[in-house]
């Protein structure tokens, strides 16, 4: 039997692939429960390869080191199968991933991809880890590869279109990515991704205004499930710099602080410092977060998650929890893995650079945290996430009494990047700077 595309599906009979499909398109628009859904495939057809490969995508996908040995038992069963190529070829980038081999996984997938592009699923983990792993260039690259062997009459266009939008957006395409990014929330409204695609121009170029009446605008995102945090976290970044602190607050009082996930957590965690950075009063908040964190606090599994861990345990004061993210840090960077190296080259010194601003050490902070900034994208995340990172170096400096000519040239650049990413920036021409130039630099760094 063969996919909706013309691939063929090892083991599927005819009650399988209904489901399977189903799934495959839950997982394309980060909607519904995919994870249902492929197992109701696989209790009809057990033999299908590609089932248990996209369950145990579904569960590496999630970044939390509790999911590993699901994705290894999914990965058994589907190896013990008679299977073709491209299929091997998900297993082999699978245990790849359950090795905590990221960047061999992509290449994996890239090499799938070139041979299959109309796999939306090889192109969609590969897209996943690109983005787990900073690769910015591959998080675009990689589906216009593909791009020529799609067309609107294919199943899954939409995801693709999206998927395009997310990597021209991370590599500074604006325009291209919004455009995208809108079209294909036309084809498939319930498609999130693509949603966070336009979320995340809107949010790069500052445009406020834009942002809230887009994220607020759009129903399919809120009905989807897998996304809802963290496009409910874009929505809470444009009500805090558009000075609306209670709204950001009662989006984490809703749905960003209801999230279990690990990557659901990272947004808690970054909403509730950009808060307090803003000079929120966000009461006992940390408190309950560190709580939902703790079973993740000796997981050592993925650097980007271990810092936000660290966030909630050092402003919640839990010494406990955060010596735990430190043991464990220091497990993964003697391994012989990737997030050994997202450890020692970011996570650690960020985690350290954290604590001591959480318990006003400013000077340290900014001591750990500069020179981290240029290569920050090698832990992951995006840049819109990423950018807490430069937001508390920032605020660091400025409470440094030391580091004030920093603190001032920080501004200057903050401002330069925001006009450039606006498509506003304009060079004096003649004269010279004056100390209002700075102060007026300030200002809109402050007001952005």
Known sequence: MKDSVGYALSGCD?????????????????????VALVDAALSASPELVMGHALRAWLYLLSTEAAAVE????????????????????????????CAGRWHDAARVLEDLSAEWPLDALALQAGQQIDFFVGDSRMLRDRIARALPAWSPAVPGWHAVLGMYAFGLEETGDYASAERLGRRAVELEPRDAWAQHAVAHVLEMQERRDEGVDWMLGQSGWRDCGLLLVHNSWHLALHHLARGEADRALALYDGPVGAGSAAIELVDASSLLWRLELAGVDVGDRWGSLAARWAPHAGAGHYAFNDLHAAMAFARAGREDLLEAVREAQAEAAGRDDDNAGFTRDVGAPATEAFAAFARGDAARAVSLLRPIRSRAHRFGGS??????????LLAAARRSPEHRALARALEAESSAMGDLRRGTLALRTSGTSRPSDARAASARADAA
């Not at 005819?14 to 995919?34: M, S, T």
């Not at 038992?73 to 998900?90: I, N, Q, T, Y």
């Not at 840049?383 to 508390?392: G, K, P, Y």
């Open 14 to 34: 005819a009650r399988a692939i209904d489901p399977y499909e189903q799934a495959v398109h839950a997982f394309r628009c980060l909607a519904g429960d995919p």
């Open 70 to 97: 699901v994705a290894r038992a999914s990965l058994a069963a589907a190896r013990a199968l008679p299977h073709d190529r491209r299929e091997g070829l998900h297993l082999l980038a699978i245990e790849r991933l």
């Open 383 to 392: 840049h819109a996430q990423r950018a807490v990172l430069d937001l508390t």
